[in-house]
């Protein structure tokens, strides 16, 4: 009974929590109320036996992803005012992806109720008390799932790629490091050998 209420009383906040990340003008109120929505699922994770998951959702949503959103938004000039200038421009794209993410969802939640989803899976490996849920998650992960956690990598290091790309600015004038001068150097370029002459010491011009 008090798992039940438990359960109703965390999916609700999720799901309303969920509706106000999308719906909030303010950027900062919108972070918030996402990270509400993470400590809810958490708790729905905690309900389910799954304490990896919610510790995880936590850890890495909650403590990092999250609060680096809230820092970012709360530090950045940003003007929020020409931004709801193009709304009304991006809507019939932001039309077209709700469009297709709620026929997903539709698609989705009738195989999942028919059975069709669940037809062809096999048991689920539950966490035993002698096998604890971070060994069975990383059996499924690193077994049946390999493929796919490895493309899962795969995107996530092409991401990174793209986002360093994408905000590289090449500046006149800034001294860069040069990796493949430095390994492909030899002595004769590395070191050059100064004809100084004893206790007169050197002029900070031929050091150059």
Known sequence: MLQGIAFYLLATVAVVSGLLVV???????????LILAFFSSAGLFVLLGAEFLAMLLVVVYVGAVAVLFLFVVMMLDVDFVGLREGFARYMPIAVIV????????????SAVVTGGAGAQARDVLVATPETSNIEAIGRVL???????FQAAGIVLLIAMIGAIVLTLRHKPGVRRQKIHD????????????????????????ELR
């Not at 709700?98 to 939640?109: D, G, Q, R, S």
Request: glycine fraction near 6%; charge should be negative.
């Open 98 to 109: 709700a469009t297709i993410l709620l026929i997903e969802m539709i698609m989705i939640t």
């Open 23 to 33: 719906t909030m003008k303010n950027p900062v109120h919108s972070v918030l109320f």
């Open 142 to 148: 690193y077994t049946d799932y390999i493929y796919f």
């Open 182 to 205: 430095q390994v492909t150097r030899d002595a004769k370029t590395a070191i050059e050998i100064k004809g100084a002459a004893s206790g007169a010491g050197l002029n900070p011009e």
